[in-house]
């Protein structure tokens, strides 16, 4: 007598973040149901207190790693997880808590804590596959919903995630928008930014603020030239790459090479 087919079991982790990413999930609404259909949710907190031991065939991990707790918990994650994707820029870059990783976190400790003797925190704020390996990485802060229900179709049906990994430039010509850097001398991130978000600052007029991290093979240099002939300053070239990504390496990287 043949065995009842499983469903893939789903199950999202949550490590250092603000829960954006996981949220993004609850808010597909319509589609929630049908991700309900494929998959078992064998754990997710944010959804439900149960929970189904064992090994999972698709972890989504959110949020970096800040203490030493969080790195020993990853790695148990990672053995029982089949395939492992992290979402958001927590998890792919290590967030904007990565702000710590270019000061002094026992300076800040003393100055916001009463008693920072009690507080147990590493240095730097790092992201997930600095620990462990990592299947897929998706982008963003927050993920956009339709991508994150294509990575878990296509990983509960064993393909390929089809996310593309062009800048948000790309994404602003297929809306019909005008430059807003070349007819406005508005500073944009825009040529160096991972597509996702749909361009969606620079259709109401705005600059990119790199949300979604640095596209494959940046030439951040090169848009820093730029940037500087618009008036950027020295000082706001290092800060426009030390947001949600600081940590990512092409943004860390050229913000380090205009530090006061």
Request: glycine share 8%; proline share 5%.
């Amino acid at each position: 007598m043949s065995r009842p087919h499983r469903k893939p079991r789903l199950a999202v982790w949550k490590f250092a973040s603000c829960d954006g990413c996981q949220l993004s999930l609850l808010d597909c609404e319509d589609e929630l149901m049908a991700v309900a259909e494929r998959v078992e949710i064998a754990y997710f907190q944010e959804v439900t207190r149960g929970r189904i031991r064992g090994v999972y065939d698709l972890s989504l991990v959110e949020g970096s790693i800040t203490t030493a707790h969080d790195a020993e918990r990853i790695r148990e994650v990672r053995r029982r997880s089949r395939t492992l994707v992290t979402i958001g820029a927590c998890a792919t870059a290590g967030g904007i808590q990565a702000l710590r990783n270019f000061a002094d976190v026992e300076g800040f400790v003393a100055a916001v804590y009463a008693r920072p003797e009690y507080i147990a925190t590493l240095a730097r704020s790092t992201a997930i596959a600095d620990h462990v390996p990592v299947d897929f990485e998706l982008r963003g802060c927050p993920v956009d919903k339709r991508q994150l229900l294509e990575v878990v179709s296509a990983f509960t049906a064993g393909r390929r995630p089809a996310v593309r990994s062009h800048s948000v430039c790309i994404e602003c010509k297929r809306r019909g928008n005008i430059c807003v850097m070349t007819a406005h001398g508005t500073p944009c991130l825009g040529p160096v930014t991972h597509a996702g978000c749909g361009a969606l600052c620079p259709t109401y007029h705005r600059g990119c603020y790199g949300c979604f991290g640095p596209m494959e093979s940046p030439n951040s240099a090169a848009l820093s030239d730029w940037l500087a002939g618009l008036g950027v300053d020295r000082t706001d070239l290092c800060r426009v790459y030390r947001t949600f990504n600081a940590n990512a390496d092409a943004f860390r990287e050229e913000s380090e090479r205009h530090e006061p």
